[in-house]
């Protein structure tokens, strides 16, 4: 999963369901490549999904980046914050309520990363079909870190509902 040498491809996930979603998302896209160390290679479509957690609140709409990067898992995390401060996103208590965007640093390489901040891959990850179907558009068949398969973790996920909404229009990504 290591590019060139320096570089690693990481992936994001996007989501929103606060305000205008797409607007939201692509954004955080624009705003991630303006800034030096990463550009986007790969952009999944838009997927809508119910929430999850905490049911009273809009559908989200969801979706994959896959990124090049020069930037350590840690900067790169801490460039994702800056960018869903500087869309608006105000962070509460409240783990799974709506939001005007999310970004969450799925995974960076093929690393395993377990620190008071981050890990890598995103805990959750595979339990969620709203990260995997994205994932899967633009990947394939993937194996993560520690061996499991993509397509094993989707099966896993067959009774999620997810709908594939339209493409995110990002022309930047290579």
């Known amino acids: 999963m290591t590019s060139d040498k320096g570089s690693v491809n990481a992936w994001i996930g996007l989501g929103a369901n606060l305000g205008d979603p797409q607007k939201a998302i692509q954004s955080a896209l624009r705003l991630l490549v303006s800034k030096s160390g990463t550009s986007v290679t790969a952009v999944s479509s838009f997927y809508r ?20 990067t ?5 900067v790169l995390l801490e460039r994702l914050l800056e960018i869903e401060a500087e869309i608006g996103r105000i ?8 939001r ?3 970004l969450d640093l799925l995974l960076f390489g093929d690393q395993i990363i377990d620190s008071d901040v981050l890990s890598v891959p995103h805990p959750r990850m595979q339990l969620r079909r709203f ?3 994205p994932l899967a558009e633009i990947e394939g068949e993937m194996v993560f870190p520690g061996g499991v398969t993509l397509s094993a973790c989707l099966r896993d996920c067959d009774n999620q509902e997810v709908a594939r909404e339209g493409i995110i229009d990002f022309p930047e990504a290579n």
Do not use: H
Request: cysteine-free.
């Open 100 to 102: 005007v965007i999310d």
């Open 49 to 68: 999904t119910a929430p999850v957690g905490f049911d009273d609140q809009p559908d989200f709409l969801n979706g994959v980046a896959r990124v090049k």
């Open 131 to 133: 990260v995997l179907e």
């Open 91 to 98: 962070r509460t208590s409240e783990r799974f309520g709506p």
């Open 70 to 74: 020069s930037l350590g898992s840690g």
